[in-house]
Nanobody
């Protein structure tokens, strides 16, 4: 059973930094895309950043230049370095992953972590 476990959330002042981690178990890490999403109160869940199996990276417009996604295949861990945090970055952050089936990646987010809270205060 695939498990994604996030850590690293917390409270920080605006302008500060946090680094989130997502450790995967029972998952073919590096074989398919993974990403970070977030959901603020009263808002829809949105993609923050994603990295494909080939290493292609994309970011949401609101975090470009401030957040950096990376992964360590040897540690089965996905990271999100968040710098220059703003109050509007306050949300629950979720790690997600595509499913690998018969050698093909699903192209959708099939697995989700439980989320980690990030709170940015002014």
């Amino acid at each position: 059973q695939v498990q994604l476990v996030e850590s690293g959330g917390g409270s920080v002042q605006a302008g500060g930094s946090l680094k989130l981690s997502c450790t995967a178990s029972d998952y073919p890490f590096g074989m398919c895309g993974m990403g970070w999403h977030r959901q603020a109160p009263g808002k829809d869940r949105e993609l923050v950043s994603a990295i494909s199996r080939d290493g292609a990276i994309r970011y949401g417009d609101s975090v470009k230049g401030r957040f950096t996604i990376s992964k360590d295949n040897a540690k089965n861990t996905l990271y999100l370095q968040m710098d220059s945090l703003k109050t509007e970055d306050t949300a629950v952050y979720y790690c997600a992953a595509e499913k690998l089936s018969y050698g093909l990646c699903s192209g959708s987010w099939n697995y989700w972590g439980q989320g980690t809270q990030v709170t940015v205060s002014s």
